[in-house]
Protein backbone atom coordinates (compact mmCIF):
# COMPACT_ATOMS: atom_id res chain seq x y z
CA UNK A 1 0.00 0.00 0.00
CA UNK A 2 1.89 3.32 -1.03
CA UNK A 3 0.62 6.69 -1.60
CA UNK A 4 -0.66 8.40 -4.72
CA UNK A 5 -0.02 11.25 -6.62
CA UNK A 6 -2.86 13.13 -5.16
CA UNK A 7 -2.71 11.85 -1.66
CA UNK A 8 1.34 12.87 -1.73
CA UNK A 9 0.50 16.53 -3.23
CA UNK A 10 -1.91 16.70 -0.66
CA UNK A 11 0.46 15.87 2.19
CA UNK A 12 3.50 18.17 0.48
CA UNK A 13 0.76 21.08 0.79
CA UNK A 14 0.44 20.34 4.54
CA UNK A 15 4.64 20.14 4.58
CA UNK A 16 4.92 24.18 3.64
CA UNK A 17 5.28 25.47 7.44
CA UNK A 18 8.95 23.39 7.14
CA UNK A 19 10.04 25.64 4.37
CA UNK A 20 13.31 27.54 6.25
CA UNK A 21 13.56 24.88 8.72
CA UNK A 22 17.32 23.76 9.16
CA UNK A 23 18.19 19.98 9.13
CA UNK A 24 19.73 19.14 12.53
CA UNK A 25 19.57 15.28 11.93
CA UNK A 26 19.36 12.70 9.18
CA UNK A 27 18.65 9.24 10.17
CA UNK A 28 18.48 6.23 7.66
CA UNK A 29 16.24 3.51 8.92
CA UNK A 30 15.96 1.42 5.89
CA UNK A 31 17.30 0.99 2.84
CA UNK A 32 15.05 3.91 1.16
CA UNK A 33 13.64 5.37 4.04
CA UNK A 34 15.07 7.89 6.22
CA UNK A 35 13.76 10.74 8.60
CA UNK A 36 15.12 14.26 8.88
CA UNK A 37 14.99 16.41 12.47
CA UNK A 38 13.53 19.77 11.00
CA UNK A 39 13.72 22.99 13.31
CA UNK A 40 12.20 26.09 12.32
CA UNK A 41 8.76 27.71 13.02
CA UNK A 42 8.13 24.64 14.33
CA UNK A 43 10.02 21.21 14.99
CA UNK A 44 9.04 17.88 13.17
CA UNK A 45 10.53 14.74 11.87
CA UNK A 46 9.95 14.65 8.38
CA UNK A 47 9.52 10.84 6.77
CA UNK A 48 10.61 9.66 3.00
CA UNK A 49 9.63 6.45 2.46
CA UNK A 50 10.58 4.58 -0.77
CA UNK A 51 10.36 1.18 0.54
CA UNK A 52 8.15 -1.21 -1.85
CA UNK A 53 4.61 -0.95 -0.83
CA UNK A 54 5.12 1.50 1.95
CA UNK A 55 6.00 4.83 0.13
CA UNK A 56 4.82 7.40 1.45
CA UNK A 57 6.09 11.39 2.74
CA UNK A 58 4.67 12.84 6.37
CA UNK A 59 5.63 14.26 9.52
CA UNK A 60 6.05 11.63 11.75
CA UNK A 61 5.37 11.59 15.83
CA UNK A 62 7.30 8.73 16.24
CA UNK A 63 10.34 7.76 14.46
CA UNK A 64 11.35 4.56 13.14
CA UNK A 65 13.82 2.18 14.84
CA UNK A 66 17.33 2.50 13.93
CA UNK A 67 18.73 -0.48 11.57
CA UNK A 68 20.73 -2.88 12.89
CA UNK A 69 23.95 -1.37 10.71
CA UNK A 70 24.10 2.22 9.74
CA UNK A 71 23.46 2.36 5.86
CA UNK A 72 26.63 3.77 3.82
CA UNK A 73 24.72 6.65 2.13
CA UNK A 74 23.75 7.39 6.02
CA UNK A 75 27.29 9.67 5.78
CA UNK A 76 27.09 11.61 3.31
CA UNK A 77 23.60 12.49 3.49
CA UNK A 78 24.60 14.11 6.83
CA UNK A 79 27.67 15.02 5.56
CA UNK A 80 25.70 17.41 3.00
CA UNK A 81 22.33 18.21 4.63
CA UNK A 82 22.65 18.08 8.22
CA UNK A 83 23.08 22.28 9.23
CA UNK A 84 21.18 23.12 5.87
CA UNK A 85 17.90 24.72 5.45
CA UNK A 86 15.06 23.55 3.91
CA UNK A 87 14.47 26.20 0.58
CA UNK A 88 11.82 24.27 -1.40
CA UNK A 89 9.24 20.98 -0.93
CA UNK A 90 7.79 20.46 -4.37
CA UNK A 91 5.75 17.91 -5.49
CA UNK A 92 5.67 17.34 -9.30
CA UNK A 93 2.08 17.46 -10.88
CA UNK A 94 0.46 13.95 -11.95
CA UNK A 95 3.73 12.05 -10.62
CA UNK A 96 4.80 10.53 -7.21
CA UNK A 97 7.86 12.26 -6.83
CA UNK A 98 9.45 15.01 -4.36
CA UNK A 99 11.71 17.29 -4.49
CA UNK A 100 13.73 18.97 -1.31
CA UNK A 101 15.51 21.32 -2.12
CA UNK A 102 18.34 22.75 0.72
CA UNK A 103 20.43 25.47 0.88
CA UNK A 104 23.72 26.32 3.05
CA UNK A 105 26.59 28.40 2.87
CA UNK A 106 26.12 32.11 2.45
CA UNK A 107 22.86 33.61 0.61
CA UNK A 108 22.32 29.89 0.40
CA UNK A 109 25.00 29.45 -2.19
CA UNK A 110 26.01 25.83 -2.08
CA UNK A 111 22.38 23.88 -2.38
CA UNK A 112 21.49 20.30 -2.95
CA UNK A 113 18.33 18.21 -3.98
CA UNK A 114 16.82 15.10 -2.53
CA UNK A 115 14.56 13.60 -5.04
CA UNK A 116 12.31 11.16 -3.40
CA UNK A 117 11.09 9.04 -6.43
CA UNK A 118 7.71 7.76 -4.34
CA UNK A 119 6.76 4.95 -7.16
CA UNK A 120 6.27 1.88 -5.49
CA UNK A 121 8.37 -1.07 -6.27
CA UNK A 122 11.06 1.07 -8.24
CA UNK A 123 11.46 3.64 -5.73
CA UNK A 124 14.22 6.00 -4.93
CA UNK A 125 15.99 8.58 -3.12
CA UNK A 126 18.57 10.46 -4.51
CA UNK A 127 21.08 13.09 -3.65
CA UNK A 128 21.62 15.46 -6.26
CA UNK A 129 23.84 18.25 -6.56
CA UNK A 130 23.74 21.95 -7.81
CA UNK A 131 24.63 20.69 -11.20
CA UNK A 132 22.47 18.25 -11.61
CA UNK A 133 24.79 15.21 -11.03
CA UNK A 134 23.75 12.24 -8.88
CA UNK A 135 25.74 12.03 -5.78
CA UNK A 136 24.02 8.97 -4.22
CA UNK A 137 21.29 6.79 -4.32
CA UNK A 138 19.72 5.18 -0.71
CA UNK A 139 18.79 2.19 -2.39
CA UNK A 140 20.53 0.27 -5.83
CA UNK A 141 19.17 1.05 -9.39
CA UNK A 142 15.89 -0.54 -10.30
CA UNK A 143 15.26 1.52 -13.54
CA UNK A 144 15.57 0.31 -16.66
CA UNK A 145 15.24 3.30 -18.85
CA UNK A 146 17.32 5.59 -16.73
CA UNK A 147 20.96 5.37 -16.03
CA UNK A 148 20.38 6.43 -12.09
CA UNK A 149 24.02 6.16 -11.05
CA UNK A 150 26.63 8.63 -9.10
CA UNK A 151 28.49 10.45 -11.38
CA UNK A 152 25.44 10.78 -13.76
CA UNK A 153 22.93 13.67 -14.32
CA UNK A 154 19.86 12.92 -12.84
CA UNK A 155 17.22 12.26 -14.91
CA UNK A 156 13.46 12.41 -13.51
CA UNK A 157 10.82 10.17 -14.57
CA UNK A 158 8.69 10.66 -17.58
CA UNK A 159 6.20 13.50 -17.24
CA UNK A 160 2.89 11.77 -16.11
CA UNK A 161 1.38 15.09 -15.37
CA UNK A 162 -1.65 17.06 -17.55
CA UNK A 163 -1.45 18.38 -20.32
CA UNK A 164 -0.73 22.66 -19.39
CA UNK A 165 0.30 21.54 -15.96
CA UNK A 166 3.69 22.58 -14.89
CA UNK A 167 6.67 20.25 -13.98
CA UNK A 168 6.65 20.63 -10.64
CA UNK A 169 4.15 22.38 -7.97
CA UNK A 170 1.73 21.50 -4.95
CA UNK A 171 -2.02 20.21 -5.83
CA UNK A 172 -5.08 21.54 -3.09
CA UNK A 173 -4.68 20.11 0.35
CA UNK A 174 -7.56 17.29 -0.17
CA UNK A 175 -7.37 14.48 2.47
CA UNK A 176 -6.10 11.42 1.34
CA UNK A 177 -7.80 8.58 0.31
CA UNK A 178 -8.52 6.29 3.02
CA UNK A 179 -7.18 8.66 5.86
CA UNK A 180 -9.05 10.87 7.44
CA UNK A 181 -7.20 14.11 8.65
CA UNK A 182 -6.39 14.32 12.62
CA UNK A 183 -8.14 17.43 14.50
CA UNK A 184 -6.34 19.60 16.33
CA UNK A 185 -2.86 18.63 15.25
CA UNK A 186 -0.51 20.49 13.69
CA UNK A 187 -0.10 18.47 10.61
CA UNK A 188 -3.30 16.35 10.43
CA UNK A 189 -2.91 14.67 7.10
CA UNK A 190 0.44 13.56 8.40
CA UNK A 191 -1.22 12.27 11.56
CA UNK A 192 -3.48 10.28 9.86
CA UNK A 193 -1.17 8.05 7.46
CA UNK A 194 0.67 7.85 9.87
CA UNK A 195 -1.48 6.29 12.08
CA UNK A 196 -2.84 4.41 8.73
CA UNK A 197 0.75 2.97 7.80
CA UNK A 198 1.58 2.30 11.36
CA UNK A 199 -1.01 -0.79 11.70
CA UNK A 200 0.51 -1.85 8.58
CA UNK A 201 3.95 -1.80 9.73
CA UNK A 202 3.67 -3.53 12.67
CA UNK A 203 1.59 -6.40 11.47
CA UNK A 204 4.44 -6.89 8.34
CA UNK A 205 7.03 -6.45 11.40
CA UNK A 206 4.93 -9.29 13.25
CA UNK A 207 4.89 -11.28 10.13
CA UNK A 208 8.67 -10.59 9.53
CA UNK A 209 9.67 -11.58 12.96
CA UNK A 210 7.90 -14.90 13.16
CA UNK A 211 9.31 -15.73 9.81
CA UNK A 212 12.79 -15.04 11.49
CA UNK A 213 12.06 -17.19 14.47
CA UNK A 214 10.00 -19.68 12.75
CA UNK A 215 12.69 -20.92 9.93
CA UNK A 216 15.83 -21.57 13.14
CA UNK A 217 12.82 -23.33 15.02
CA UNK A 218 12.07 -25.91 12.27
CA UNK A 219 15.74 -26.57 11.41
CA UNK A 220 16.17 -27.58 15.26
CA UNK A 221 13.09 -29.61 15.23
CA UNK A 222 14.83 -31.64 12.02
CA UNK A 223 17.79 -31.81 13.79
CA UNK A 224 15.83 -33.37 16.60
CA UNK A 225 14.18 -35.79 14.25
CA UNK A 226 17.92 -36.87 13.09
CA UNK A 227 19.31 -37.07 16.75
CA UNK A 228 16.09 -39.30 17.46
CA UNK A 229 17.03 -41.52 14.18
CA UNK A 230 21.04 -41.97 14.73
CA UNK A 231 20.08 -43.06 18.62
CA UNK A 232 17.67 -45.78 17.46
CA UNK A 233 20.49 -47.04 15.00
CA UNK A 234 22.42 -47.07 18.20
CA UNK A 235 19.85 -48.72 20.31
CA UNK A 236 19.81 -51.48 17.87
CA UNK A 237 23.19 -52.39 18.49
CA UNK A 238 22.93 -53.43 22.21
CA UNK A 239 20.97 -56.81 21.33
CA UNK A 240 24.03 -57.64 19.27
CA UNK A 241 26.35 -57.17 22.18
CA UNK A 242 25.53 -60.22 23.76
CA UNK A 243 26.89 -62.30 21.20
CA UNK A 244 30.09 -60.61 21.52
CA UNK A 245 29.94 -61.78 25.41
CA UNK A 246 29.13 -65.49 24.52
CA UNK A 247 32.10 -65.38 22.13
CA UNK A 248 34.36 -64.17 24.96
CA UNK A 249 32.85 -66.91 27.26
CA UNK A 250 33.79 -69.48 25.11
CA UNK A 251 37.23 -68.03 24.97
CA UNK A 252 37.51 -67.91 28.49
CA UNK A 253 36.45 -71.50 28.91
CA UNK A 254 38.48 -72.93 26.27
CA UNK A 255 42.31 -70.65 26.12
CA UNK A 256 44.76 -73.50 26.02
CA UNK A 257 42.50 -74.96 23.71
CA UNK A 258 42.84 -72.25 20.93
CA UNK A 259 45.98 -72.03 18.81
CA UNK A 260 47.97 -68.46 18.19
CA UNK A 261 47.30 -67.15 14.92
CA UNK A 262 44.83 -68.89 14.24
CA UNK A 263 41.57 -67.08 12.14
CA UNK A 264 39.21 -68.84 13.39
CA UNK A 265 38.16 -72.04 15.64
CA UNK A 266 35.60 -74.34 16.17
CA UNK A 267 34.87 -75.05 20.30
CA UNK A 268 31.98 -76.75 21.87
CA UNK A 269 29.28 -74.65 23.85
CA UNK A 270 26.97 -76.45 26.30
CA UNK A 271 23.61 -75.38 26.58
CA UNK A 272 19.79 -76.16 27.98
CA UNK A 273 19.52 -78.14 24.54
CA UNK A 274 22.95 -79.49 25.29
CA UNK A 275 26.44 -79.40 23.31
CA UNK A 276 26.79 -77.56 20.09
CA UNK A 277 29.59 -76.38 18.10
CA UNK A 278 30.22 -72.75 17.71
CA UNK A 279 32.50 -70.61 15.35
CA UNK A 280 34.67 -68.01 17.18
CA UNK A 281 36.53 -65.39 14.34
CA UNK A 282 39.82 -64.29 15.75
CA UNK A 283 43.23 -61.83 15.04
CA UNK A 284 45.45 -63.95 13.81
CA UNK A 285 47.71 -61.14 14.89
CA UNK A 286 46.94 -60.67 18.87
CA UNK A 287 46.93 -63.86 21.25
CA UNK A 288 43.76 -66.08 22.14
CA UNK A 289 43.80 -63.76 25.90
CA UNK A 290 43.58 -60.57 23.82
CA UNK A 291 40.62 -61.76 21.35
CA UNK A 292 38.89 -62.57 24.60
CA UNK A 293 39.42 -59.27 26.14
CA UNK A 294 38.63 -57.51 22.89
CA UNK A 295 35.43 -59.14 22.80
CA UNK A 296 34.67 -58.19 26.42
CA UNK A 297 35.85 -54.41 25.75
CA UNK A 298 33.10 -54.34 22.91
CA UNK A 299 30.49 -55.98 25.04
CA UNK A 300 30.80 -53.65 27.93
CA UNK A 301 31.38 -50.48 25.90
CA UNK A 302 27.77 -51.15 24.65
CA UNK A 303 25.95 -52.35 27.44
CA UNK A 304 27.52 -49.27 29.40
CA UNK A 305 26.16 -46.62 26.32
CA UNK A 306 22.79 -47.89 26.55
CA UNK A 307 22.41 -45.94 29.70
CA UNK A 308 23.40 -42.98 27.65
CA UNK A 309 21.82 -43.82 24.81
CA UNK A 310 18.41 -43.98 27.01
CA UNK A 311 19.06 -41.21 28.97
CA UNK A 312 19.80 -39.14 25.37
CA UNK A 313 17.01 -40.07 23.81
CA UNK A 314 15.28 -38.69 26.92
CA UNK A 315 16.63 -35.25 26.91
CA UNK A 316 16.16 -34.76 22.80
CA UNK A 317 12.71 -36.03 22.85
CA UNK A 318 11.93 -33.64 25.83
CA UNK A 319 13.64 -30.77 23.56
CA UNK A 320 11.60 -31.99 21.10
CA UNK A 321 8.01 -31.37 22.28
CA UNK A 322 9.47 -28.44 23.62
CA UNK A 323 10.76 -27.09 19.84
CA UNK A 324 7.43 -28.27 18.79
CA UNK A 325 4.95 -26.12 21.20
CA UNK A 326 7.07 -22.90 20.78
CA UNK A 327 6.38 -23.74 16.84
CA UNK A 328 2.56 -23.91 17.93
CA UNK A 329 2.67 -20.50 20.02
CA UNK A 330 4.74 -18.43 17.74
CA UNK A 331 2.03 -19.33 15.09
CA UNK A 332 -0.62 -17.20 17.27
CA UNK A 333 1.52 -15.14 19.01
CA UNK A 334 1.16 -11.31 18.80
CA UNK A 335 4.32 -8.74 18.43
CA UNK A 336 4.59 -8.59 22.24
CA UNK A 337 5.34 -12.45 23.18
CA UNK A 338 7.81 -12.73 20.10
CA UNK A 339 10.55 -11.89 22.45
CA UNK A 340 9.68 -13.96 25.21
CA UNK A 341 9.45 -16.99 21.91
CA UNK A 342 12.86 -15.80 20.98
CA UNK A 343 14.26 -15.98 24.59
CA UNK A 344 13.07 -19.56 24.96
CA UNK A 345 14.32 -20.56 21.51
CA UNK A 346 17.75 -19.17 21.97
CA UNK A 347 17.78 -21.45 25.66
CA UNK A 348 16.77 -24.14 23.37
CA UNK A 349 19.35 -23.47 20.79
CA UNK A 350 17.15 -22.39 18.06
CA UNK A 351 17.65 -18.59 18.36
CA UNK A 352 18.29 -16.70 14.66
CA UNK A 353 21.67 -15.52 14.00
CA UNK A 354 22.29 -11.90 14.58
CA UNK A 355 22.27 -10.30 11.24
CA UNK A 356 25.09 -9.74 8.98
CA UNK A 357 26.17 -6.48 8.08
CA UNK A 358 25.21 -4.94 4.90
CA UNK A 359 27.73 -5.86 1.67
CA UNK A 360 28.74 -3.67 -1.10
CA UNK A 361 26.39 -4.09 -3.79
CA UNK A 362 28.09 -5.82 -6.94
CA UNK A 363 25.47 -6.23 -9.20
CA UNK A 364 25.37 -2.31 -9.95
CA UNK A 365 28.05 -0.36 -12.21
CA UNK A 366 30.53 1.80 -10.25
CA UNK A 367 30.94 5.16 -11.09
CA UNK A 368 33.86 6.12 -12.63
CA UNK A 369 35.55 7.92 -9.78
CA UNK A 370 36.24 7.15 -6.52
CA UNK A 371 35.18 9.63 -3.97
CA UNK A 372 36.97 11.23 -0.67
CA UNK A 373 36.75 14.26 1.19
CA UNK A 374 39.29 16.72 1.95
CA UNK A 375 40.04 18.26 5.78
CA UNK A 376 38.29 21.25 4.44
CA UNK A 377 35.30 19.38 3.00
CA UNK A 378 35.85 19.92 -0.31
CA UNK A 379 34.68 16.70 -2.87
CA UNK A 380 37.79 15.06 -4.21
CA UNK A 381 37.22 12.36 -6.96
CA UNK A 382 40.03 10.19 -8.23
CA UNK A 383 39.33 8.33 -12.11
CA UNK A 384 39.49 4.35 -11.45
CA UNK A 385 41.40 3.77 -14.83
CA UNK A 386 42.02 5.13 -17.99
CA UNK A 387 38.19 5.57 -19.17
CA UNK A 388 37.17 6.44 -15.67
CA UNK A 389 39.83 9.56 -16.25
CA UNK A 390 38.52 10.49 -19.44
CA UNK A 391 34.72 10.10 -17.90
CA UNK A 392 36.12 12.41 -14.76
CA UNK A 393 38.13 15.05 -16.73
CA UNK A 394 35.95 15.48 -20.00
CA UNK A 395 32.67 14.87 -18.41
CA UNK A 396 32.15 15.18 -14.87
CA UNK A 397 34.76 18.26 -14.20
CA UNK A 398 33.67 21.67 -14.26
CA UNK A 399 35.80 24.41 -15.46
CA UNK A 400 36.19 26.21 -12.39
CA UNK A 401 37.20 22.47 -10.63
CA UNK A 402 40.75 21.76 -9.71
CA UNK A 403 42.56 18.92 -12.00
CA UNK A 404 46.00 17.42 -10.65
CA UNK A 405 48.07 14.32 -12.18
CA UNK A 406 51.66 13.38 -11.05
CA UNK A 407 53.89 14.75 -13.38
CA UNK A 408 55.53 12.46 -15.99
CA UNK A 409 53.77 9.20 -14.44
CA UNK A 410 51.06 6.94 -14.78
CA UNK A 411 47.86 7.71 -12.90
CA UNK A 412 44.68 8.76 -11.93
CA UNK A 413 43.26 12.14 -12.65
CA UNK A 414 42.14 13.94 -9.17
CA UNK A 415 39.33 16.37 -9.53
CA UNK A 416 38.72 18.85 -6.51
CA UNK A 417 35.12 20.04 -6.75
CA UNK A 418 34.95 23.85 -5.96
CA UNK A 419 32.49 26.42 -5.75
CA UNK A 420 32.26 29.06 -8.24
CA UNK A 421 34.62 31.86 -8.02
CA UNK A 422 36.39 30.16 -4.85
CA UNK A 423 39.50 28.83 -5.02
CA UNK A 424 41.20 25.77 -3.56
CA UNK A 425 42.23 26.29 -0.16
CA UNK A 426 45.80 25.00 1.21
CA UNK A 427 44.73 21.83 2.75
CA UNK A 428 42.50 20.75 -0.08
CA UNK A 429 45.25 21.44 -2.80
CA UNK A 430 47.41 19.55 -0.64
CA UNK A 431 45.50 16.62 -0.10
CA UNK A 432 44.14 16.08 -3.94
CA UNK A 433 47.97 16.46 -4.44
CA UNK A 434 48.56 13.26 -2.29
CA UNK A 435 45.93 11.55 -4.05
CA UNK A 436 47.20 12.27 -6.98
CA UNK A 437 50.37 11.13 -6.25
CA UNK A 438 49.19 8.05 -4.15
CA UNK A 439 47.10 6.66 -7.48
CA UNK A 440 50.34 6.60 -9.76
CA UNK A 441 53.25 5.11 -10.66
CA UNK A 442 55.14 7.09 -8.22
CA UNK A 443 53.32 5.95 -5.31
CA UNK A 444 55.81 5.07 -2.27
CA UNK A 445 57.87 7.97 -3.02
CA UNK A 446 58.97 10.30 -0.84
CA UNK A 447 58.86 13.22 -3.10
CA UNK A 448 56.75 13.42 -6.21
CA UNK A 449 56.02 16.04 -8.83
CA UNK A 450 52.61 16.80 -8.95
CA UNK A 451 50.42 19.43 -11.90
CA UNK A 452 47.66 21.62 -11.14
CA UNK A 453 45.18 23.79 -13.20
CA UNK A 454 41.73 24.39 -13.91
CA UNK A 455 39.90 21.90 -15.54
CA UNK A 456 39.17 23.95 -18.33
CA UNK A 457 42.46 24.47 -19.39
CA UNK A 458 43.02 20.44 -19.73
CA UNK A 459 41.90 19.30 -23.84
CA UNK A 460 41.74 15.56 -24.89
CA UNK A 461 42.56 15.58 -28.43
CA UNK A 462 40.61 13.33 -30.91
CA UNK A 463 41.85 9.89 -31.09
CA UNK A 464 44.06 9.85 -28.13
CA UNK A 465 44.39 6.89 -26.01
CA UNK A 466 42.10 6.13 -22.71
CA UNK A 467 43.29 8.68 -20.38
CA UNK A 468 45.39 10.79 -22.30
CA UNK A 469 44.78 14.35 -22.14
CA UNK A 470 46.83 17.90 -22.78
CA UNK A 471 46.58 20.29 -20.48
CA UNK A 472 48.00 24.25 -19.87
CA UNK A 473 48.36 27.10 -17.04
CA UNK A 474 49.27 24.79 -15.05
CA UNK A 475 51.28 25.20 -12.25
CA UNK A 476 53.99 22.12 -10.46
CA UNK A 477 53.83 21.12 -6.62
CA UNK A 478 56.97 19.48 -5.38
CA UNK A 479 54.99 17.49 -2.91
CA UNK A 480 56.64 15.97 0.04
CA UNK A 481 54.15 12.53 1.00
CA UNK A 482 52.67 12.65 4.44
CA UNK A 483 51.67 9.20 4.70
CA UNK A 484 49.45 10.09 8.18
CA UNK A 485 47.74 12.44 5.39
CA UNK A 486 47.32 9.79 3.03
CA UNK A 487 46.38 7.40 5.39
CA UNK A 488 43.62 9.82 6.92
CA UNK A 489 42.25 10.28 3.22
CA UNK A 490 42.03 6.78 2.36
CA UNK A 491 40.06 5.92 5.38
CA UNK A 492 37.36 8.53 4.57
CA UNK A 493 36.69 7.17 1.23
CA UNK A 494 33.10 7.42 0.64
Not at 182 to 192: E, K, T, Y
Not at 360 to 378: H, I, M, N, V, W
Request: aromatic share 4%; hydrophobic share 40%; proline share 7%.
Amino acid sequence: MSLGASEIAAVVAELAPLVGARVDAVRVHAERALTLELHGRVRATLLLSAEPDLTRIHVAERRPPPPGAPFPVQALLRRELEGARLARIEARVGDRVVELEFARGEEGARRALLVAELTGRHGNLFLVDADGLIRASAGRNLSQRRPLLPGRPYLPPEDHAPRGASRAGSAPPVPAAGATPVADGRFPLSAAIEGRYRALEEERATVEARRRLREPLRAALARSARALERLAEEAARIPASEEDRRRADLLKQNLRAVPRGAREVALTEWTEEGSREARVTLDPAISPRENMERYYRRYRRIVESAERVRERVGVVTARQAELGALLAALERAPQGELPRIEREARRLGAAPRPAAPPRARRDEPQAPYRSFRSLAGTPLWVGRNAEGNDALTVRLARGNDLWLHARGRGGAHVVARLDKGRPADGETLLDAAHLAAHFSDARGEPQVEVVATSAKYVRKARGSAPGAVTYSQERTLLLRVEPARIERLLLAEE
